[in-house]
């Protein structure tokens, strides 16, 4: 099944979460967004609840598909291949971050290049979409938490995300992460799955999405043993390697650019970079130079 949030007119939230049948959506009953059809009872509702108008997906406006996650938890070096080819060791535990929901945007939506960084790049992500609260899972608990899948593109600020050791201020923009096209269950996605990310049509990353140092089902049982895990909260897994920090020499996004995210099973985002018009006076801040963190392994 595959589940997505569109835009519409004369709802009070300005969404409704929608069935995938095909070429078309099905729009589901007084459900603001797969996350609130996460929280009311689960995937397993939403045929009942698709009594509502068809579209062609092709015309829909797209949301991200859950427009307020209560958490959005991040992955830095997740992939085993990407940490080899680096010739790093393999982490012992995740490396975490976060999100917030004012950093969304659909799988259509121009990302928006802020005039503070100079640095902005992209990473094609799987993201995991939980179905089920559940807090210190362990092996199948965990596994059954995971409602289904969607691709994420975490755009960082690298100037800002090297400024200290910590990563968030270049992680946090605003508008500037799409999520989506849709929540795809588990049974969709194909075991060799591939994770293909595209700058103006020119591949730039392409991984197996297995290739994870840290599974769902591993990130489920690490994160719920900190914080509870709630319906429609999201995990960002991590990105394979071909980041534009990590190229010789390096490649970042600029306004006018179109950036793909493709993972099997699920669809992709389809991203236009625009540059985002702010007030001259708020804008004559100069982004730092990289810290000595710079050279720190990228998520």
């Not at 939506?109 to 807090?135: F, K, M, N, Q, T």
């Not at 103006?200 to 994160?223: A, K, N, T």
């Amino acid at each position: 099944m595959k589940l997505t949030t569109i835009r519409t007119a004369g709802t009070a939230s300005g969404t409704t979460a929608a069935l995938v049948d095909g070429e078309e959506v099905i729009e589901l009953d007084r459900t603001e967004d797969v996350g609130a059809l996460l929280r009311r009872g689960g995937v397993a509702d939403a045929e009942s609840l698709a009594t509502g108008a068809r579209h062609r997906l092709d015309e829909v406006e797209l949301a991200p598909v859950v427009t307020r996650p209560g958490k959005i938890i991040c992955v830095g070096l997740n992939y085993r291949a990407h940490i080899l080819e680096m010739k790093r060791d393999l982490p012992e535990a995740p490396t975490l971050f976060a999100k917030y929901d004012e950093c969304l945007l659909g799988a259509r939506d121009d990302i928006v290049l802020p005039p503070e960084s100079d640095r902005i790049d992209w990473e094609g992500e799987l993201a995991v979409v939980i179905g089920s609260s559940v807090r210190r899972a362990r092996g199948e608990e965990a596994r059954a938490a995971i409602a289904g899948y969607s691709i994420c593109n975490d755009v960082s600020m690298r100037d800002w995300q090297f400024r200290t050791r910590e990563w968030l201020q270049g992680k946090i923009w605003a508008d500037s992460t799409p999520l989506g096209p849709v929540l795809a269950t588990p049974d969709e996605i194909p075991a060799d799955a591939r994770l293909v990310t595209l700058v103006d049509g020119e591949e730039m990353q392409r991984g197996d999405i297995h290739d994870l140092v840290f599974g769902p089902v591993d990130l489920v049982e690490y994160i719920s043993t900190v914080i509870p895990l709630n319906p429609g909260d999201v995990i960002i897994s991590g990105t394979p390697g071909g980041v534009g920090n990590a190229r010789d020499p390096q490649v970042f996004l600029r306004p006018g650019q179109e950036v793909t995210v493709r993972i099997d099973g699920i669809g992709e985002l389809r991203n236009r970079t625009v540059a985002e018009e702010v007030p001259e006076a708020t804008a004559s801040a100069e982004a730092p130079a990289s810290a000595e963190g710079a050279g720190a392994a990228t998520s």
